[in-house]
């Protein structure tokens, strides 16, 4: 196989990051949709878009500002290249600014309840597919990992590397089956979201020890961002389990 793939619909040459991340969009909505109808929702038709369409902007800005942050040096020496600025993005900037903007817009909103639980498995069916594209992408993508030889690494054009989107992908789909499971248990609202973001975030707190990035006070910019996102859900886990238990926390 030759990094990066294209694909090709009739006359069309298509990034195949671009087809994947497409297809993650639209298959994570429908996967929302049908766990919506399934399991019911007690926000209302408009309050429910609004929160979804905060989310979609909080985590646009929220992927591109990580992303930069993560490398001050390079954005120091490209700050006044446009394309530059637009391009790179990262999952868990997205998620950490899309959450925010969506708990700005329930405060407004005086929504008490958590809404979370319904995105916790179409995230991880979206961010799936998603990473395949990236493994396509190879080291264009800027999201495999660094050089390794152990036997499953990919050559991806530069010599064998660890293919990190894949370990992703195997991580995810563990992930969503582990949900689904726990569904069939007792739990409190918003607990499921929290268990998919604290296993997302430590996941990739240790998966990026594996790529090659700039370090910011021995740890890298992602790592920073996840490191604060696991205490935050940490803590909203401890308070849930007590909560189940009978316990006030």
């Given at each position: 196989m030759?990094?990066p793939?294209?694909?090709?619909?009739?006359?069309?040459?298509?990034?195949?990051?671009?087809?994947?991340?497409?297809?993650?969009?639209?298959?994570?909505?429908?996967t929302?949709?049908?766990?919506?109808?399934?399991?019911?929702?007690?926000?209302?038709?408009?309050?429910?878009?609004?929160?979804?369409?905060?989310?979609?902007?909080?985590?646009?800005i929220?992927?591109?500002?990580?992303?930069h942050?993560?490398?001050?040096?390079?954005l120091?020496?490209?700050?006044?290249?446009?394309?530059?600025?637009?391009?790179?993005?990262?999952?868990?900037?997205?998620?950490?600014?899309?959450?925010?903007?969506?708990?700005?817009?329930?405060?407004?909103?005086?929504?008490?309840?958590?809404?979370?639980?319904?995105f916790?498995?179409?995230?991880c069916?979206?961010?799936?597919?998603?990473?395949?594209?990236?493994?396509?992408?190879?080291?264009?993508?800027?999201?495999?990992?660094v050089?390794?030889?152990?036997?499953?690494?990919?050559?991806?054009?530069?010599?064998?590397?660890?293919?990190t989107?894949?370990?992703?992908?195997l991580?995810?789909l563990?992930?969503?089956?582990?949900?689904?499971?726990r569904?069939?248990?007792?739990?409190?609202?918003?607990q499921?979201?929290?268990?998919?973001?604290?296993?997302?975030?430590?996941f990739r707190?240790?998966?990026d020890?594996l790529?090659?990035y700039?370090?910011?006070?021995?740890?890298?910019?992602?790592?920073?961002?996840?490191?604060?996102?696991?205490?935050?859900?940490?803590?909203?886990?401890?308070?849930s389990?007590?909560?189940?238990?009978?316990?006030?926390?």
């Amino acid at each position: 196989m030759s990094f990066p793939v294209v694909i090709y619909l009739g006359p069309l040459a298509l990034n195949a990051h671009v087809v994947f991340e497409a297809l993650a969009y639209f298959i994570g909505f429908r996967t929302y949709s049908w766990g919506r109808k399934n399991a019911g929702d007690i926000v209302r038709p408009s309050t429910r878009w609004t929160i979804i369409l905060s989310a979609a902007i909080g985590g646009a800005i929220g992927s591109k500002l990580l992303h930069h942050l993560s490398s001050p040096s390079r954005l120091a020496s490209h700050w006044h290249d446009p394309v530059f600025i637009m391009g790179g993005k990262t999952i868990v900037g997205g998620l950490l600014g899309g959450l925010l903007c969506v708990e700005a817009v329930k405060k407004y909103y005086g929504i008490k309840q958590s809404t979370g639980d319904l995105f916790a498995i179409p995230l991880c069916v979206a961010i799936a597919i998603g990473r395949i594209g990236c493994f396509l992408s190879g080291v264009t993508d800027d999201t495999v990992g660094v050089h390794t030889q152990l036997p499953w690494g990919v050559d991806f054009g530069d010599g064998f590397r660890h293919p990190t989107p894949l370990y992703e992908i195997l991580f995810l789909l563990f992930l969503a089956w582990a949900i689904h499971k726990r569904k069939n248990h007792p739990y409190f609202e918003g607990q499921l979201f929290s268990l998919f973001m604290f296993s997302y975030l430590g996941f990739r707190f240790l998966c990026d020890f594996l790529k090659d990035y700039e370090i910011l006070f021995g740890l890298r910019g992602i790592q920073w961002a996840c490191l604060l996102g696991l205490i935050h859900y940490g803590l909203k886990l401890r308070v849930s389990a007590a909560r189940l238990n009978g316990v006030h926390p």
